[in-house]
Antibody, heavy 119, light 107 residues
Framework: QVQLVESGGGLVKPGGSLRLSCAASGFTFSDYYMIWIRQAPGKGLELISYISSSSSSTNYADSVKGRFTISRDNARNSLFLQMNGLRAEDTALYYC????????????WGQGTTVTVSS | DIQMTQSPSSVSASVGDRVTITCRASQDISSWLTWYQQKPGEAPKLLIYAASSLQSGVPSRFRGSGSGTDFTLTISSLQPEDFATYYCHQANTFPWTFGQGTMVELK
């Protein structure tokens, strides 16, 4: 079935780095834009980055611009988020999601991976 | 950035009640508005896209309406499984932004 599975979260010190991964299955990954969204504990949703199907277009929220890099490997059906210069305010549950350009919305979500930034 | 403002922030309701949630955009987003439902411990789920189109598999008691800057999500007869937090989202202009959420609680 259609599925997204995130991994790579963990505890990291301020200023540290993490690389999140999202493994896709059950659909033609290379046909879709992909999104990273995060949710701080007890808070709402924040869309932090997207990448086009061919990787030709990316965009970032101001809160992560210059620190985070989104990428994908269509041959491996995988999405990545390289996070550098982590701050306490980056502590959140990070979701990857598929963006369907027909419905113009995120129609498939992973279960999330938790990132905690603390000394 | 386009600000999305939902009201109310929370609503207490009973099974069978009609519940209405509004979402206002700070500028015109045409019909590029989606609604998501999130239950505790779960990922969000797409309910409504293009402001008023029901996502496949979503019960017909959910209805979306509006365009431009003012949008509404209505649950016609609240069911036990509908107690959750609801978010509106605009993908008209990046950064794509969410409303702050509306929690639907059991009265």
């Amino acid at each position: 079935q259609v599925q997204l599975v995130e991994s790579g979260g963990g505890l990291v010190k301020p200023g540290g780095s993490l690389r999140l991964s999202c493994a896709a299955s059950g659909f033609t990954f290379s046909d879709y834009y992909m999104i990273w969204i995060r949710q701080a504990p007890g808070k709402g949703l924040e869309l932090i980055s997207y990448i086009s199907s061919s990787s030709s277009s990316t965009n970032y929220a101001d809160s992560v611009k210059g620190r985070f890099t989104i990428s994908r490997d269509n041959a491996r059906n995988s999405l990545f988020l390289q996070m550098n210069g982590l701050r306490a305010e980056d502590t959140a549950l990070y979701y990857c999601a598929r963006f369907d350009q027909v419905v113009y919305g995120m129609d498939v979500w992973g279960q999330g991976t938790t990132v905690t930034v603390s000394s | 950035d386009i600000q999305m403002t939902q009201s109310p922030s929370s609503v207490s309701a009973s099974v069978g009640d009609r519940v209405t949630i509004t979402c206002r955009a700070s500028q015109d987003i045409s019909s590029w508005l989606t609604w998501y439902q999130q239950k505790p411990g779960e990922a969000p789920k797409l309910l409504i896209y293009a402001a008023s189109s029901l996502q496949s598999g979503v019960p017909s008691r959910f209805r979306g309406s509006g365009s431009g800057t003012d949008f509404t999500l209505t649950i016609s007869s609240l069911q036990p499984e509908d107690f959750a937090t609801y978010y509106c989202h605009q993908a008209n202009t990046f950064p794509w932004t969410f409303g702050q959420g509306t929690m639907v609680e059991l009265k």
